[in-house]
């Protein structure tokens, strides 16, 4: 998750013949969407009749089942994909060893950080909600009491209380990042270029770069299943996704090809997921079957569907972004022959007017916050709930209570207590302040 003070270096690209990486601005915009919209998310989990959430209002619904499940097909997916693509620059900045030091500085000490303050909170408070008496410091002996498996890889520590909690993303992108370090380093320079000329090769035909990524995410999410506690996806999924942005970052070309089939990508994600979707949820309700893991025809078939919709969406995404940002580039070009065209030895561009500085500063600020924000929301949100939902009210209006003061008090945190001394800022996975 990028740019200063976030989990991944800033996106980017490199056009064909051109060493020089082309900031894309829209990946840190969708980061920054996600990571916001994880606030609306979690706060409508403590209504949802399915979700095992920390905090339940007596009153629930499925409606939060439903409009969830158009988000979970591609926002944590998408988070996966950009983080991809920035490990891509920062191996190249940075090499092996250097992307590994700075995966565990900018992870790993969050991380750790984190276990330790904010994760035993909402743990705690579905403990006293479900009848304990505990206070928080007896409390914390409990939620430490670990032990190891290592077929839970990479959760490897384990506990009754315990729980990695909403930083499960942060696990994953550590570990990824982490394997990544070596394969790149070691793998044969000679084979990486083959197999990119390959793959530009494959997906030069339409639809092909819709199919070729697709069928893997089938196939794990039918036979390996959906975890529920994952943003109903499977971690080797999310592996994939990751794998799949790293090698967007590495030929443009499949950046094209994405442009390309955008539309196709549209279509193909209404089809696999208005037609899987009503399938997973029938599975459920006649046959009692867990449809993220049963190994039901139906429900596998469903799943499989799920997978390939997901990385079509992500393609519809990206390639209308990137068809919207290449019309945008060039209606602002001037042409070739005028004064004001730039030349190969241009310098930066002229200084922008009042209100773009302004734009350009929330921007900059809104994207360094990313992964503190991420950290900070879900603690907010179950903290704030707790009281709320004891309300006599109606479902809406907690609902917009819970959004509003957890968004405030998060927000409030990171600007107050995180952004402003460089031992927060380390704490929480930022650069220091420039």
Known sequence: MGERGSAAPPPTSVTPGSATPERRTELDAIRVLVVAGLVFFHSALVFDARDDYYVKNAETTEVTMYLAGVAVLWAMPMLFLVSGVGARYSLRRRGAGGFAAERLRRLGVPLLFATF??????????????????????????????????AEFPFVVRGEYFESGHLWFVVLLLAFSLLLAPLV?????????????????????????????????????????????????????????????????????????????????????LVLFGAGMPIFLVVGETTGADPFTAMLPAAIGARAMYGAAGWCCLVAILGLLDRRRARKTAAAAPPASSPDAPGPFAGSPAAPGRAGGRARRAYAYLA?????????????????????????APIPVKYLV???????????????LVRRTQLTRFLFGMRPPR
């Open 117 to 150: 303050v904010l994760l035993p909170l909402p743990q705690w408070l579905r403990r006293l909600g479900e009848g304990g008496r505990e206070s928080y410091p007896e409390f914390l002996p409990l939620f430490f009491d670990v032990h190891l498996d290592l």
């Open 185 to 269: 380093r070691w793998f044969p320079r000679g084979a990486a270029r083959r197999g990119r000329e390959l793959l530009a090769a494959a997906v030069r035909a339409p639809g092909m770069v819709l199919v070729l990524p697709a069928i893997p995410l089938a196939l794990v999410s039918a036979l390996h299943g959906m975890e529920e506690g994952f943003a109903a996806w499977s971690r080797w999924a999310y592996l994939l996704f990751f794998l799949y942005g790293y090698a967007l970052a590495a030929d443009a070309r499949l950046r094209e090809a994405m442009r390309r089939d955008a539309a196709w990508a549209v279509a193909a994600t």
């Open 368 to 392: 360094a916050a990313a992964l503190p924000v991420y950290i900070l929301h879900q603690p907010a949100v179950v903290a704030v709930a707790y009281p709320v939902v004891r309300w006599p």
């Open 402 to 416: 819970i959004v509003v003061v957890a968004g405030a008090l998060t927000l409030a945190a990171y600007d107050l």
